[in-house]
């Protein structure tokens, strides 16, 4: 069973797959989970009155799926994540509860067409926008009706046949995020950068495309390249669109598809060594008894001068009671904000190879009973376009195809802080 519940534990929309499970059920997961205000807090798997409840939520709106078979609750979750994604393609990216109930007969459809008898079937946004729509277009009634058959059974139902583009074009993103924690005397406690490649292909007829990074077995393997003197980065996992040939890439490590058309996430990746930080920070915090603070902040970017960072912004803490603050800096705006205890330095550009400093003096409101200053970290946020933390760079990508026409490559690298991007003081 499954079915969509919002915060007040009424039951939105639902549909019941099997006998095994009844309706009365959902009183359970109402009262000891929502009603208990457990969600947040909660492991997303609960055992409930002989029945298996995995959920997760969306907004306002708790997507549940309920049995009693021994199911395998990572793809039961994988199966909700899935559905979140294709309710978002089709009624928004924030859609609420009053969006799910202006559309109970599409969704009926999608539960149908996503699910048959509690197995998961065809989640593909692209294969079901062409047979659901929202009433805005409508199927030339000439097609092929072996064509519905061909698409969600076959092989490769991500890619129609058919598709031509006047140009022939792929666009290819490495999005990087990177966590970092440091110590107060610099040393890392934690590093970990989380990558994406994100492409969007405009490819005509079913070509098959080969894709290499810079990956640390790849080029040891690969004596003979041009890349064979180079060290190549050691990525830890990795995790592919399901169009990637994984039995390949175990043989030879080459990351060989068929691609969608259009936008989609080729891989995520994750690297833990060898980090190239992108600022270096030195802090220097001074208390001078209890009515005064004295802070000095050193940031240098790391690399290259021929780059440059955007839209830096720099959270130094100081303590709640704060009654004033002197601050200069080389450049850039910097302010204090009582709101967030928080001096908050911005640059909307920062060149590489290039530092600056913030002194502040801080006053503070002398307090009835003394408190020691926790020191919270520092927090960083940031954006570096053409550069990788991590040191991944796309090596080629190939595109084969019977006519043998041209493509046109792009390729772009952007950086950002992750969630987590703090030194302490």
Same mark, same amino acid.
């Given at each position: 069973?499954?079915?969509?519940?919002?915060?007040?534990?009424?039951?939105?929309?639902?549909?019941?797959?099997?006998?095994?499970?009844?309706?009365?059920?959902?009183?359970?997961?109402?009262?000891?989970?929502?009603?208990?205000?457990?969600?947040?807090?909660?492991?997303?798997?609960?055992?409930?009155?002989?029945?298996?409840?995995?959920?997760?939520?969306?907004?306002?709106?708790?997507?549940?799926?309920?049995?009693?078979?021994?199911?395998?609750?990572?793809?039961?979750?994988?199966?909700?994540?899935?559905?979140?994604?294709?309710?978002?393609?089709?009624?928004?990216?924030?859609?609420?509860?009053?969006?799910?109930?202006?559309?109970?007969?599409?969704?009926?459809?999608?539960?149908?067409?996503?699910?048959?008898?509690?197995?998961?079937?065809?989640?593909?946004?692209?294969?079901?926008?062409?047979?659901?729509?929202?009433?805005?277009?409508?199927?030339?009634?000439?097609?092929?009706?072996?064509?519905?058959?061909?698409?969600?059974?076959?092989?490769?139902?991500?890619?129609?046949?058919?598709?031509?583009?006047?140009?022939?074009?792929?666009?290819?993103?490495?999005?990087?995020?990177?966590?970092?924690?440091?110590?107060?005397?610099?040393?890392?406690?934690?590093?970990?950068?989380?990558?994406?490649?994100?492409?969007?292909?405009?490819?005509?007829?079913?070509?098959?495309?080969?894709?290499?990074?810079?990956?640390?077995?790849?080029?040891?393997?690969?004596?003979?390249?041009?890349?064979?003197?180079?060290?190549?980065?050691?990525?830890?996992?990795?995790?592919?669109?399901?169009?990637?040939?994984?039995?390949?890439?175990?043989?030879?490590?080459?990351?060989?598809?068929?691609?969608?058309?259009?936008?989609?996430?080729?891989?995520?990746?994750?690297?833990?060594?060898?980090?190239?930080?992108?600022?270096?920070?030195?802090?220097?915090?001074?208390?001078?008894?209890?009515?005064?603070?004295?802070?000095?902040? %050193?940031?240098?970017?790391?690399? &290259? +001068?021929?780059?440059? $960072?955007?839209? *830096? #912004? =720099?959270?130094?803490? !100081?303590?709640?009671?704060?009654?004033?603050?002197?601050?200069?800096?080389?450049?850039g705006r910097a302010k204090y904000v009582p709101?967030?205890s928080s001096i908050v330095f911005r640059l %909307?550009?920062?060149?590489?190879? &290039? +530092?600056?400093?913030? $002194?502040?003096? *801080? #006053? =503070?409101?002398?307090? !009835?009973?003394?408190?020691?200053?926790?020191?919270?970290?520092?927090?960083?946020?940031?954006?570096?376009?053409?550069?990788?933390?991590?040191?991944?760079?796309?090596?080629?990508? %190939?595109?084969?195809?019977?006519?043998?026409?041209?493509?046109n490559r792009w390729v772009r690298y952007i950086?950002?802080?992750?969630?987590?991007?703090?030194?302490?003081?």
């Amino acid at each position: 069973m499954l079915y969509l519940m919002n915060t007040k534990g009424d039951i939105v929309i639902s549909r019941q797959y099997r006998d095994d499970v009844s309706a009365s059920s959902t009183e359970s997961f109402r009262q000891k989970i929502v009603a208990a205000k457990e969600a947040s807090t909660s492991a997303p798997i609960r055992i409930l009155d002989s029945s298996t409840f995995i959920f997760t939520r969306h907004l306002n709106i708790y997507f549940v799926a309920v049995t009693r078979s021994n199911v395998n609750p990572s793809l039961v979750l994988e199966y909700l994540y899935q559905k979140i994604r294709v309710l978002q393609a089709y009624l928004g990216e924030k859609f609420t509860e009053d969006k799910v109930r202006n559309n109970f007969t599409l969704l009926y459809e999608l539960f149908d067409e996503t699910i048959d008898f509690g197995y998961p079937q065809n989640t593909s946004i692209d294969v079901l926008k062409m047979y659901i729509n929202l009433g805005k277009q409508r199927q030339k009634i000439a097609e092929d009706q072996g064509s519905l058959t061909s698409q969600i059974t076959g092989a490769i139902d991500w890619r129609r046949e058919g598709i031509r583009h006047k140009r022939n074009e792929v666009y290819i993103d490495v999005l990087e995020s990177v966590n970092l924690l440091l110590s107060a005397t610099g040393s890392v406690l934690r590093q970990e950068v989380t990558g994406s490649v994100m492409m969007n292909t405009k490819l005509t007829g079913m070509p098959e495309c080969k894709f290499g990074l810079n990956d640390k077995l790849v080029v040891e393997k690969d004596k003979n390249s041009a890349n064979a003197g180079k060290s190549g980065v050691s990525i830890d996992d990795c995790t592919f669109h399901r169009c990637v040939s994984l039995g390949r890439f175990d043989a030879d490590r080459t990351i060989t598809f068929i691609p969608p058309d259009g936008e989609f996430e080729l891989m995520k990746y994750r690297v833990t060594d060898n980090i190239n930080l992108p600022f270096r920070i030195i802090a220097a915090i001074q208390e001078d008894g209890q009515t005064r603070v004295s802070i000095n902040v %050193k940031c240098t970017a790391t690399f &290259s +001068e021929k780059l440059f $960072a955007s839209s *830096v #912004t =720099l959270k130094i803490p !100081v303590p709640n009671n704060t009654a004033k603050c002197k601050i200069k800096c080389t450049m850039g705006r910097a302010k204090y904000v009582p709101e967030e205890s928080s001096i908050v330095f911005r640059l %909307k550009r920062f060149q590489g190879q &290039s +530092e600056c400093m913030l $002194a502040a003096d *801080v #006053t =503070l409101m002398p307090l !009835v009973r003394a408190k020691a200053w926790s020191r919270p970290p520092l927090s960083l946020d940031f954006s570096v376009p053409m550069f990788t933390a991590s040191g991944v760079h796309v090596r080629f990508l %190939k595109v084969f195809d019977k006519s043998g026409y041209t493509t046109n490559r792009w390729v772009r690298y952007i950086t950002k802080s992750g969630s987590s991007y703090c030194i302490r003081i």
